[in-house]
């Protein structure tokens, strides 16, 4: 599944979804280069399948880490369009994922713009080798006219791997 944020509330139900079709970076998407040479990349199903974990069955965001080359130290985080929750009675947010640690201390981290800070959501730092969806996340406390989801992809000096998805919804 793709990351998928849906609010209810005035003017009304809305999902937003993101499937990642195509293999380039989706329009509003934005990727930061925090360290290192290697950015996300985005592929048909199967793509990216690397260290271990399953390919997805859908496209997919993935971070390939040994790609980038060995030595390479990386962290980048991928954040989507921003949305305007302003007034909304709920946010529930989820997203399908992999991930693959290999050295020690990589992670992936989703965090949530208040409208003020990043606000972290989830860490991820064990194995899931196989594309598991995060589960119901409740992003209504943080609702708010700039609302905007950041995956932060981080190998600590270390090789591993980590797929996201964005899904169609669920519902």
Not at 110 to 128: A, E, H, K, R
């Amino acid at each position: 599944i793709a990351p998928v944020i849906t609010c209810a509330g005035a003017p009304g139900f809305i999902s937003f979804n993101e499937s990642f079709a195509g293999s380039t970076q989706p329009a509003g998407w934005e990727q930061l280069l925090l360290e290192g040479v290697w950015e996300w990349t985005f592929g048909a199903p199967g793509a990216g399948a690397a260290g271990g974990t399953i390919p997805f069955d859908s496209n997919a965001a993935v971070f390939d880490d040994d790609a980038a080359g060995n030595g390479e130290t990386n962290r980048a985080s991928l954040l989507s369009p921003v949305w305007n929750m302003e007034g909304v009675d709920y946010v529930i947010m989820n997203y399908d994922y992999t991930f693959n640690e290999l050295g020690a201390g990589e992670t992936l981290k989703v965090d949530v713009y208040d409208g003020t800070t990043w606000v972290p959501v989830l860490t991820y730092d064990v194995d899931q080798l196989e594309p598991l969806n995060s589960g119901v996340i409740d992003g209504t406390p943080l609702a708010n006219a700039n609302f905007q989801v950041r995956w932060t992809y981080d190998d600590a000096g270390a090789v591993s791997y980590t797929h996201l998805t964005l899904p169609t919804n669920r519902e």
